[in-house]
């Protein structure tokens, strides 16, 4: 089966994306699946990329290809050169692949992997077209993506669901323009309280959310103008940069991830009327010269509006507990089983995009720590939500677990993200599937989510057929692979080697013909210890908390969660080790016929 790996977009997540496509092809089971990976520009082009391209470290690296752009001050995205240089996209996509239409991606894959984020990709738009041209797709169906990007909607349909008592406010930009600041400001203080969390409600991976602590009216005013993505700088601060600060701050302006991105209007006021009668400036370079402009003659300050603000916001009140994420996925009858919910600890004082992506922003905890009736509480509220909030396949949901042992739910994430180390991996670890047999269970749960709208049903069925026959094939043809011992750890440098003991692992579990036998070294130089080592460790923090878990029991909410997912585990995977194994070393090279040393 040839399956369509969609990365990249157009929305503020598009680096994610990006970094979850090439997880996912890498990772897809070559087996039983041919990776056809599917770029999708910031332009919503969609585009047919050679391999190659995979291996940048972001899409900058390569779109717009860098030899095709003339001003290089900045490192900008394809709309910003498209519309301020004499570059040609069809020139660009040509550069880096071949465009492809809709009408025609059933010559080109039979089915669509979706690991693009935001609206238009998670929000039932990607999904609705792919619909259109019968290409059955992963995860949610339109309604639960709909639900699932809407932060505002999950609330109030959460709130039905489970009678939370959250408190919370929106707010549109309309009412924002018009309103006394300060006394909203005191109204929101009075009716919610400190801390005040402010959401951008269409926005994932904690972009355009902002935590307000005290009592300080600049500060809140300057967190509802960045989450409605929109920022001002004054001439004092403006006059104040040097060259240099200049390009610096026009930089993390149009970084999508920490700044508004391009394209912006130059408003001189935060109105709605004056932004449509502003300078929209696609380019970095245009914004400075502008600014340059405006300051010349006096203006006091300049508000930059994103062509992509969002038009309403969600207040909401700070929650002090524990923050969990908690996978839900589906058994073949549809019925709802949850993964065992991970706990945030937050190394800054937000989990915000930085802190979930970068290296040291924080950590997580598998299973959360607190008592089993609490997780098990956790468990059966998150399935809930999937249940009745129409979500279909797997979707991650967020919330938090206070001191009281009250349960609040979040931000259902029909998407989850597919980073090497990401949440979902290491949950779907814990039952037993690694990330190769994870993308599989996603592959094939989703055509049976799609047989339920009733399109296509003899294509899919047979789809479903065909690739269980599959599946059953290679269950046998296992026993007959290649077994190659993966040797990593050591005393030298064990993190490293444990990373690359990580792409070791998805390279030989994802292969046709080879199984992975994990072969951990620890102790010292003069008495060293190798273990058989249970592939769920693989996804730990790091090595500390691996050698935590080393010999370790598993946890009864693992265990709990191990059985009620059993039927899954015996179809994609086989039996899970329960710990680790003690060995000798001459003893790997009766266990596998290669040894790959990363020590």
Not at 79 to 107: C, H, L, W, Y
Not at 370 to 383: G, I, N, R
């Amino acid at each position: 089966m040839k399956i369509g790996i969609f990365f990249g977009g157009q929305p503020r997540e598009r680096e994610i994306s990006f970094a979850g496509g090439k997880t996912v092809f890498e990772n897809i089971n070559k087996a039983l699946f041919t990776p056809v990976p599917i770029f999708v520009d910031s332009l919503g082009n969609f585009i047919l990329i050679d391999n190659q391209y995979l291996y940048k470290n972001a899409i900058r690296d390569f779109f717009p290809p860098p030899a095709m752009v003339e001003d290089k001050t900045f490192s900008v995205y394809v709309e910003s050169v498209v519309a301020t240089e004499s570059a040609d996209i069809n020139e660009m996509i040509a550069a880096i692949g071949k465009r492809i239409e809709p009408q025609d991606f059933k010559q080109y894959f039979d089915l669509a992997f979706i690991a693009m984020h935001g609206p238009q990709l998670e929000d039932g738009a990607i999904q609705g077209l792919l619909e259109w041209y019968a290409i059955p797709y992963t995860n949610s169906g339109l309604m639960g993506s709909a639900v699932g990007i809407d932060k505002i909607a999950q609330n109030q349909l959460i709130e039905l669901v489970l009678k939370q008592g959250k408190k919370s406010h929106t707010l549109t930009r309309r009412h924002w323009q018009a309103a006394d600041k300060l006394a909203l400001f005191q109204k929101l203080v009075h009716e919610i309280g400190l801390p005040l969390v402010i959401k951008a409600p269409h926005q994932g991976s904690s972009i355009g959310v902002s935590i307000v602590k005290e009592f300080d009216f600049q500060v809140f005013k300057n967190a509802v103008n960045q989450c409605f993505f929109m920022q001002t700088i004054s001439r004092k601060e403006w006059l104040k940069l040097d060259e240099r600060g200049k390009i610096q701050w026009l930089q993390k302006l149009t970084n999508v991830n920490e700044g508004i991105g391009m394209p912006v209007t130059l408003s001189i006021s935060e109105s709605i009327e004056d932004e449509l009668n502003g300078q929209l400036c696609y380019h970095p370079q245009e914004v400075k010269e502008r600014l340059d402009f405006h300051f010349r003659f006096g203006e006091d300050t300049v508000f930059l509006i994103s062509a992509e603000s969002e038009t309403q916001l969600l207040f909401e009140n700070f929650i002090d507990g524990k923050e969990f994420s908690c996978g839900v996925i589906q058994h073949e009858d549809g019925e709802p089983v949850a993964l065992p919910p991970t706990e945030i600890i937050l190394m800054s004082t937000t989990f915000d995009f930085n802190s979930k992506y970068q290296a040291g922003g924080s950590r997580k905890r598998l299973p959360m720590d607190a008592t089993l009736a609490e997780l098990l509480d956790v468990q059966a509220k998150c399935c809930e939500i999937f249940k009745n909030l129409q979500f279909k396949v797997c979707t991650r949901i967020d919330g938090f677990l206070t001191p009281d042992s009250r349960v609040l739910l979040h931000d259902p994430n029909t998407i989850p993200g597919m980073s090497p180390t990401s949440l979902v991996f290491k949950q779907f670890a814990e039952i037993g599937l690694n990330p190769t047999q994870t993308i599989t269970y996603l592959i094939r749960t989703s055509i049976q989510a799609r047989l339920e709208s009733g399109k296509n049903t003899r294509q899919l069925w047979k789809m479903l057929f065909d690739l269980d026959k599959s599946i059953e094939k290679q269950q046998v043809e296992r026993e007959q692979y290649k077994k190659i011992a993966i040797l990593f750890g050591g005393f030298d440098n064990p993190q490293e080697s444990l990373q690359k003991a990580r792409k070791e692992y998805a390279k030989v579990a994802s292969s046709a013909d080879s199984l992975p036998v994990l072969i951990y070294l620890t102790g010292t130089a003069d008495e060293p210890a190798y273990y058989i080592f249970p592939f769920n460790l693989l996804f730990k923090e790091d090595i500390v908390e691996i050698n935590q878990f080393l010999l370790a029991d598993k946890h009864p909410l693992i265990l709990e969660t191990m059985k009620n997912a059993r039927a899954i585990t015996e179809k994609y995977a086989q039996a899970i080790m329960p710990k680790a194994q003690a060995i000798r070393e001459e003893e790997i090279e009766k266990i596998a016929s290669e040894i790959v040393r990363l020590v």
